[in-house]
C-alpha cells in the first residue's frame, strides 16, 4: 500500500495520462537517501528513504516538472530537475549545483547521455541560472537511472 501511495503523491488531483518515464533511484553511498520531490507550485515531500544499496523507481505523469534530492535543505543541495511533455512531446531534463552540492549524483538517460555531479563545479550539472547549455532533451519514453554515488 506504502508504494501506491508514494505514486499517489506524484499525480495531480484529477485524472493524469501516464507517460513512458520511469526514474529509478539508486543509494550506492554509506548512508540513507531521504528521496525528496519538489513539483512545481506544490510543497516538497519526502517520498522515500532509500537505504545504501537500496533502489526505488516512479513512473512519472505526462506533465510533471520538478526536482529531487536528497534531503530538506533549499540551499547547497545537489538537484536532479526533469519536465516531463510539459509543452511539447520532449522529456527535458538535467543535474543542478546552482544552490551548492551536498550528495554526488549520477544520471543514466535512456538515450545514452551520462551526467555526474561529483561536486560543486561539476561540469556535466548547471552552475548558476542562465547555464541552459546543460539542459538535455528525450523524445519518446525510457527509464533514467540516477545514481547517489562517487
Do not use: C
Not at 550506492?28 to 519538489?38: D, E, H, R
Not at 517520498?47 to 516538472?65: M, V
Not at 546552482?98 to 560543486?120: C, Q, W
Amino acid at each position: 500500500m506504502g508504494f501506491i501511495i508514494q505514486l499517489a503523491m506524484l499525480f495531480i488531483v484529477g485524472i493524469v495520462a501516464t507517460s513512458g518515464i520511469i526514474v529509478e533511484f539508486q543509494n550506492g553511498l554509506n548512508f540513507p537517501i531521504q528521496l525528496v520531490v519538489t513539483q512545481n507550485n506544490v510543497a516538497p515531500m519526502l517520498l522515500a528513504t532509500i537505504p545504501t544499496g537500496g533502489a526505488r523507481a516512479y513512473q512519472l505523469p505526462k506533465g510533471f516538472a520538478g526536482n529531487f534530492k536528497h534531503g530538506w535543505g533549499g540551499k547547497g543541495v545537489t538537484l536532479f530537475e526533469i519536465s516531463v511533455q510539459t509543452h511539447d512531446a520532449n522529456t527535458y531534463y538535467d543535474l543542478s549545483a546552482i544552490d551548492g552540492f551536498n550528495v554526488p549524483m549520477k544520471v543514466y538517460a535512456p538515450d545514452g547521455t551520462r551526467l555526474e555531479a561529483l561536486h560543486s563545479s561539476a561540469p556535466d550539472a548547471y552552475l548558476y541560472p542562465t547555464d541552459d547549455t546543460k539542459t538535455h532533451g528525450l523524445r519518446g519514453d525510457g527509464r533514467f537511472v540516477v545514481v547517489f554515488d562517487w
